[in-house]
C-alpha cells in the first residue's frame, strides 16, 4: 500500500539500546525506532496484519485482556487503525516487536493515556505464545521505558495488571516496578468485574535503577 509506505519513509530512525535513555525531546513528526540486542521495535505496516490477528486470535494470549480473542482480520486491521490513530493523536505509541534475526512477529509495547499536563502515561504489552519464556518483553519494555522517561519526559509510567496474571507481575517486579495499590472491581470484563493491580515507575525510580 502507498499510505504504507509513505509512513515508513517517515519513520524516525532513532536508535536506542535497552539502558538508560536521555536524548532530545520527541516532537511526533515521525514514529521512532528502537533497538535492542534481539530486537527491533517499529511502527507497524499493513504487512503486520496476519501476526497481529495470530496474536489476538489466541486464547490464552487473551486471557488477561479485556477483549475477547479475535475471529477475523478485519479485527486486527482495526488495531492497527487504533495504533496509528492514537499517535496521531499524540496521546499514545503502539510499537511492533519484530525478531531481529528472523523477522517474526514478537508482540506488541507502548504507551496510552499520555497525559502531558501531568507527564503520565500508561504502558501495555503483548507477547506471543511461540515466544514466551525467551526474555524477550523484559528486553522490549526496558527500552520502552528508556524512551519514556527520556525523550518523553515521562514523570511516572503506570501499568494495570490483573493480580491473577503471575506472568505479568514477575514482570513488574522484575523491572522494578513499585505496586501501589489494588482496584478492586475496577473494571468490567467477559461478564464480570476483575480486580486490577495498580503498578507505576517514576523517574527517580528509573535513574537509581542498575543499569539494564
Not at 534481539?38 to 486470535?57: K, N, P, T
Request: hydrophobic share 35%.
Amino acid at each position: 500500500m502507498n499510505e504504507t509506505n509513505e509512513e515508513n519513509e517517515k519513520t524516525v530512525r532513532q536508535t536506542t539500546t535497552p539502558t538508560k535513555s536521555a536524548g532530545l525531546p520527541f516532537d511526533w513528526n515521525g514514529f521512532p525506532k528502537l533497538d535492542t540486542p534481539r530486537l527491533i521495535l517499529r511502527q507497524a505496516v499493513h504487512g503486520d496484519r496476519e501476526g497481529f490477528f495470530a496474536l489476538y486470535a489466541d486464547e490464552e494470549v487473551m486471557r488477561y485482556m479485556p477483549l475477547d480473542p479475535f475471529e477475523s482480520i478485519e479485527e486486527a486491521d482495526d488495531e492497527m487503525g487504533w495504533h496509528a490513530r492514537i499517535f496521531r493523536e499524540r496521546t499514545g505509541l503502539r510499537w511492533m516487536i519484530e525478531e531481529k534475526d528472523t523477522g517474526s512477529f514478537v508482540g506488541t509495547c507502548g504507551f496510552l493515556g499520555i497525559e502531558r499536563q501531568h507527564n503520565r502515561m500508561e504502558i501495555g504489552y503483548d507477547l506471543a505464545r511461540q515466544h514466551w519464556g525467551k526474555g524477550y518483553m523484559p528486553e522490549a519494555v526496558r527500552a520502552v521505558l528508556g524512551f519514556g522517561f527520556g525523550p518523553l519526559a515521562a514523570n511516572k509510567i503506570e501499568a494495570r495488571v490483573d493480580p491473577d496474571n503471575a506472568a505479568s507481575v514477575r514482570l513488574m517486579d522484575k523491572l522494578g516496578f513499585v505496586r501501589e495499590g489494588l482496584l478492586r472491581q475496577h473494571e468490567f470484563e467477559k461478564g464480570r468485574y476483575v480486580d486490577l493491580a495498580a503498578y507505576a515507575m517514576l523517574k527517580s525510580d528509573f535513574d537509581s535503577l542498575p543499569c539494564f
